[in-house]
């Protein structure tokens, strides 16, 4: 007879008893924040998974009725693929209802930390949990309810004071609530594969509201403050712009205007060569994220950078969208969502006006992801709704006068600009 294979079974059966103790039920309202030791690599790969799934929960939220079968069967798969607990398993999912323990609670750390980040993250997981309720039997959803007895205590704040003095945990925590999980566009394939003369016709037909809005203050005020510059410089970049070309944009914009050549070079054309990597640390700064956009460095008076959606007061913002020929609709639909403080979902919902789709089709999280798919999509890499009508192709035509229309027009001809931007949506298509 085998004992020490007796004795593991045991072992393994007591443990399995014991885990199944921690968490009886696939859905939890835990009292008690997780006390066993968590990988820093644990830790955050749990929360960045959390944060997809909150993400795909805000977005579901918005384009489908919560208890439709779309919506619950899209939300059933994104947390089977993210491996969360989805159903009420019987049986052992103790891995996945740990995750479910352990991320929420760095979420809770991470996300109290303001009011809109509160709100943003209590709204989500208040749909989840509705979801997730609503998905258990009535005999569970009623085991679950009495061993759960709904106490309730206030705010996850009052932990903070322990974990700030965690110099490794609390970076992480600021980190994850301004995070974004994706790209970082850092790797620039397209590296040189757009001249600077396609920049104002670029920037009416693919560049995001925050963009398109620095680009033109630049060209009307040939300057922008540090915030501005660092926004869209790092955008450019992203897009595909070289340290050569950068330099040359700035500084054929800039002295235009109050700056000289001499002191561009001084200075402005270090901090440019600085964020390229060839200055200073040599650190290879990548392009802001949305959420690092709308969280971080509001814009005061005089600065042109932010997101539009979060930032400009919502008058303005309509204003801003009529004069870009947005139907009244979809101004409202737009004000709508940035009223729910659903930015990403307004500028989403931008995107497909601008492109006249019905779906977006993806999450969207980074002005150069917005470049890159509506690139993608002007390259008949997706479906579009309809074959652009005289009045979509005005409006390109208007976006272009706009930027024409700036004291520092560009040198080619919008016919010469449509046919190099030809070649570049092209580009865009290859993956
Ligand atoms: Fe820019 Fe993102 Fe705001 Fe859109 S949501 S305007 S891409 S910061």
Redesign the pocket.
Known sequence: MDFSSGRARLKQARLAGDRRELYPHSLQFYLDPPTENVSLVEFESFAVDRLKLLKVVENLGVSYVRSSDSYKTKLGAELRKLKFPYKALAEDDYEARRKDHISHFILRLAYCQSEDLRRWFLQQEMDLLRYRFNELTESLRQKFLEHVNLPFEALTARSLPSIQSDERLQPLLNHLSHSYVGPDYSVQKNTGKISLEQIDALSGKSF???MRQLHKALRDNHHLRHGGRMQYGLFLKGIGLTLEQALEFWKKEFIRGKVDADKFDKGYAYSIRHSYGKEGKRTDYTPYS?MK??MSNPPSQGDYHG????HSDPELLKQKLQSYKIPPSGITQILELVKGMH??LA?QKYFELMHDVDDIGFS?NH?NQ?FTESQRLLSGGRELKKEPSNSGNSQQKNNSQESMNSNSAPTSSNTTADAELEGLEAYFTED
């Open positions: 995001p509201l925050c949305c956009i709308i997101c539009p959606f979060r930015y990403q500028c969207l002005p917005y």
